[in-house]
């Protein structure tokens, strides 16, 4: 069985940092992409960012670029999310997500989520 | 990249179908046959419904169904339930190994 299980959340002030991970098992973890998408509260979904199944290629939502760094570790199953310079507007669940197929299309399998506080 | 266009809010009776719509562009949408519907229930995280436009993960009910057509893409679901009561999201492809959700659509069942 497939499971994803997101930790590192929590109350953070502006301007902090903050790492989130992601363990995985039920998988074989290195066979696929990897992907943060979150919620704020009450609001939609929004991807975040992505990364290839050996860590070469990197994704980024416009918005995030530079503040934020995915990572992953195969040898540990792990998915990573450092997250720098934190701002109100970050405050949200982080969801960490398994691509369905071995290919980069969709989001088949998540996490329960982890919640992000920014706020003094 | 903008947010794909969904209807904030759809109704429907037991029984009955309901589609919702999500609409993009001809970069997104129009131009990749990788949307993907999530459905959502309040508290909880969202589960895959469609992918790649109109393929069922297995363990969803065959009462939703993905399709497309021009920069539209819809998902329709037929006999409706009381469990289908739920938040639904589309999402796209937009080239770049970038994504991009809908706004999201609330299904409620009269």
């Known amino acids: 069985e497939v499971q994803l299980v997101e930790s590192g959340g929590g109350l953070v002030q502006p301007g902090g940092s903050l790492r989130l991970s992601c363990a995985a098992s039920g998988f074989t973890f290195s066979s696929y992409w990897m992907t943060w998408v979150r919620q704020a509260p009450g609001k939609g979904l929004e991807w975040v960012a992505n990364i290839k199944q050996d860590g070469s290629e990197k994704y980024y939502v416009d918005s995030m670029k530079g503040r934020f760094t995915i990572s992953r570790d195969n040898a540990k199953n792990s998915l990573y999310l450092q997250m720098n310079s934190l701002r109100a507007e970050d405050t949200a669940v982080y969801y960490c997500t398994r691509s369905f197929q071995s290919g980069n299309s969709d989001f088949g399998y998540w996490g329960q989520g982890t919640l992000v506080t920014v706020s003094s | ?110």
């Open chain 2, 1 to 110: 990249q903008s947010a794909l266009t969904q209807p904030a809010s759809v109704s429907g009776s037991p029984g009955q179908s309901i589609t919702i719509s999500c609409t993009g562009t001809s970069s997104d949408v129009g131009n990749y046959n990788l949307v993907s519907w999530y459905q959502q229930h309040p508290g909880k995280a969202p589960k895959l419904m469609i992918y790649e436009g109109s393929k069922r993960p297995s363990g969803v009910s065959n009462r939703f169904s993905g399709s497309k057509s021009g920069n539209t893409a819809s998902l329709t679901i037929s006999g409706l339930q009381a469990e289908d009561e739920a938040d639904y999201y589309c999402c796209s492809y937009v080239g770049s190994d970038n994504f991009v959700f809908g706004g999201g659509t609330k299904l409620t069942v009269l």
